[in-house]
T-cell receptor, first 117, second 117 residues
């Protein structure tokens, strides 16, 4: 299995530009998570989906952030407009909770390192 | 709501020495517990997990962890550390079932392990 795939691995952009991060979960997994990792705040859950439906987006910092999951094999996290404080590593993870009510192992992608100048 | 505390931000050990990384959790019932490891520039990799049964859990790379309900702890141990174990270690807790918490993991702030030769 290829594991969770994220693209791009690195992104450098200027303030005000739109940024789109992409994630392909492990085939057969029905839960997908977006995290942000910074030195100051550690690992933060931004949003998670179950069966392509957003379940909890309380971690999304502002309206500038949006996430979609149009199908079971693809998700995007968009930042528009981007700001320097958005610079971080963004991780996508997927899991397959049993019976949709039990927590199970999350498998992480390699991350996207975003730098906003 | 669940929470995780890793009291040690940074630990330094000599190669060959034993290791114990502390993790305390807060949760209303018996939680699901995880330890992940993150090498520089990489995503998080699962070391081990506790769901039920034997409270001493064996993981990959020679790691083990013990769930102690009375102390709300899930400390990670290794009898002899190798230089390749240098990384950041995260403890995480997941809700058992139900509600909007299912599927979510709450991570601690992480413990950075440095290994001296």
């Amino acid at each position: 299995d290829a594991g969770v795939i994220q693209s791009p691995r690195h992104e450098v952009t200027e303030m005000g530009q739109e940024v789109t991060l992409r994630c392909k979960p492990i085939s057969g997994h029905n839960s997908l998570f977006w995290y942000r990792q910074t030195m100051m705040r550690g690992l933060e859950l931004l949003i998670y989906f179950n069966n392509n439906v957003p379940i909890d987006d309380s971690g999304m910092p502002e309206d500038r952030f949006s996430a979609k999951m149009p199908n079971a094999s693809f998700s995007t996290l968009k930042i528009q407009p981007s700001e320097p404080r958005d610079s971080a590593v963004y991780f996508c993870a997927s899991s397959s909770p049993v019976l949709a009510v039990l927590t199970d192992t999350q498998y992480f992608g390699p991350g996207t390192r975003l730098t906003v100048l | 709501a669940q929470s995780v505390t890793q009291p040690d931000i940074h630990i330094t050990v000599s190669e060959g020495a034993s290791l114990e990384l502390r993790c305390n959790y807060s949760y209303g019932a018996t939680p699901y517990l995880f330890w992940y490891v993150q090498s520089p520039g990489q995503g998080l990799q699962l070391l081990l997990k506790y769901f039920s049964g034997d409270t001493l859990v064996q993981g990959i790379k020679g790691f083990e962890a013990e769930f102690k309900r009375s102390q709300s702890s899930f400390n990670l141990r290794k009898p002899s550390v190798h230089w390749s174990d240098a990384a950041e270690y995260f403890c995480a807790v997941g809700a058992r079932a139900g509600g909007t918490s299912y599927g979510k993991l709450t991570f601690g702030q992480g413990t950075i392990l440095t290994v001296h030769p």
